[in-house]
């Protein structure tokens, strides 16, 4: 059974289990409310958890733990001679499933009939060509090896979603019979359902957390297989940038982290005034007809898509600095791609971030404090310059930290606008990259993950991730003391 009709049944039934367990306990109550412990409501919001919330959780373990095992049972059983010495195991996994996938989407769209696709072999039928013809693309003929695998990851997948329709129908009418024969009028639903969503709110919190903790211990242990094949002291020392796949890889981080501190301040020379003059000018000094229209003016710039940004700095930006700066104008600028496009283009990007977060900070300032600048004969700039800035500071400096962490992560407009040329130079007319541009380019492809070229993306996220930490510590120091002072 397909997943959405799944989740559908189980929406169904804890909606069935909602009507009649406020039903049944109103029944039992002769049909006074006041005769029982809770309101009705949360009889049948009892049922209908009980129904819904265990039977999702199996469901959702199932989901995670199935492709697990039935990759790890069809690749064990696959023979190392059907692995080719150019390939790893891994690779042929990924041939094995999209011949599954193919031979299943043959059957959906009747091309095959479902027992032509289980007795499909290559010494009858070209796979290559019967999967072309539903658009699965294939890199290389299918071996006979291959394709037994992926019948047997048919038939598994099969089995084990067969398995998990009716473990989770189970669990679910097995919660709801239980929940329906403990609805009684002395039973204390209230309790029993607010201790259930108080646990869905830690479940909710601790998945975020675990999540975080994930990214950064797969950061770490494949951080730490990168650097059992590639030394440490080169990698963060290294003056050059020259990954070939080929082998005699130079994998110096300097000149990536240098493009994109440069772009980054850039980009932050041009966010920070801007935002920050019109974040007072909107809280301070525009009416408010005017603050109604160009706010929201303001933060469509935080709605556009990155690529779109992109295509602004390679087809507008670019082309115009070339006009001024290029053979033409001044002569310091040889092409479009520079660190200048770049800069200036998601400086422009980062306005909103900026501005939208200094004016509600400038906004939280209590209008007592400007009252009693005013009262002591202060102009409207005087008390802005010296009352209202100093005590939003700390929101003001977390504006612009949280401003420099997005101008880092960025990489559309970086691989659009600055070009792709790792080097160290002072000239922002020169192409230049930066860490994430190339975290993208190292896992583009059919990478060998065992291989230092393809490891070093994991290295170079983890030195941006305790870069943008050290940001946070910073940020979170700076807000402690003045908070202290202006509190």
């Known amino acids: 059974m397909p997943v959405t009709w799944l989740v559908l049944i189980l929406l169904a039934l804890a909606a069935a289990g909602y009507v009649l367990g406020r039903g049944r306990a109103l029944h039992a109550a002769g049909g006074d409310s006041r005769g029982l412990h809770s309101l009705p409501s949360y009889y049948g919001a009892h049922v209908g958890l009980m129904a819904l919330v265990p039977a999702m959780g199996v469901l959702a373990l199932w989901l995670i733990a199935q492709p697990l095992v039935v990759d790890n049972r069809v690749s064990s059983a696959l023979p190392d001679s059907a692995i080719p010495e150019s390939a790893t195991r891994g690779l042929v996994m990924s041939d094995v499933r999209r011949v599954a996938d193919g031979?299943?989407?043959?059957?959906?769209?009747?091309?095959?009939t479902a027992r032509e696709a289980r007795e499909v072999r290559t010494d009858t039928t070209d796979v290559r060509d019967l999967l072309g013809e539903v658009g699965v693309a294939l890199g290389s003929d299918v071996s006979p090896a291959i394709l037994d695998a992926a019948q047997r990851y048919r038939a598994m997948t099969r089995t084990a979603t067969t398995l998990m329709s009716a473990l989770v129908l189970i669990v679910a009418a097995g919660g709801f019979a239980v929940a329906l024969a403990r609805t009684r009028p002395d039973f204390r639903a209230r309790n029993v359902v607010e201790s259930g969503v108080r646990g869905l709110l830690i479940l909710a919190a601790s998945i975020a957390i675990l999540t975080t903790i994930g990214i950064v211990l797969s950061l770490i242990f494949n951080t730490l297989e990168f650097f059992q094949l590639y030394p440490a002291w080169d990698f963060f020392f290294g003056t050059t940038w020259s990954p070939s796949f080929g082998g005699g890889s130079e994998l110096g981080i300097i000149p990536l982290l240098w493009g994109t501190f440069y772009i980054s301040i850039i980009a932050l020379l041009v966010a920070v005034p801007i935002g920050l003059f019109s974040a007072v000018y909107l809280s301070e000094y525009a009416s408010r007809p005017v603050?109604?229209?160009?706010?929201?003016?303001?933060?469509v710039l935080a709605g556009i898509p990155t690529i779109v940004y992109g295509l602004f700095a390679l087809l507008t930006v670019g082309p115009m600095l070339v006009t001024v700066f290029g053979d033409e104008g001044l002569g310091i600028m040889q092409a479009g791609t520079a660190v200048m496009t770049a800069g200036l283009v998601m400086g422009i990007m980062l306005i909103p971030f900026v501005s939208s977060l200094s004016d509600d900070i400038i906004n939280a300032v209590p209008q007592a404090m400007r009252d009693g600048s005013y009262g002591l004969g202060a102009t409207k700039s005087?008390?802005?310059?010296?009352?209202?800035?100093?005590?939003?500071?700390?929101?003001?400096v977390g504006a612009i930290l949280l401003a420099a962490s997005r101008a880092i992560g960025e990489t559309m407009i970086v691989?659009?606008?600055?070009?792709?040329?790792?080097?160290?130079?002072?000239?922002?007319f020169d192409a230049m990259t930066t860490v994430t541009a190339k975290i993208v380019s190292q896992l583009t492809g059919d990478a060998d993950f065992a291989s230092p070229e393809a490891l070093v993306a994991f290295a170079l996220g983890m030195t941006l991730f305790v870069i943008t930490l050290g940001l946070n510590v910073f940020a979170l120091y700076i807000v402690r003391k003045y908070r202290e002072q202006y509190e």
């Open 415 to 428: 691989v659009l606008g600055a070009g792709a040329a790792a080097r160290l130079s002072l000239n922002p």
């Open 103 to 112: 031979l299943d989407l043959a059957v959906s769209e009747g091309v095959m």
């Open 382 to 396: 005087e008390t802005v310059r010296q009352v209202v800035l100093p005590a939003a500071l700390p929101g003001i």
């Open 291 to 299: 603050r109604s229209v160009a706010k929201p003016l303001l933060e």
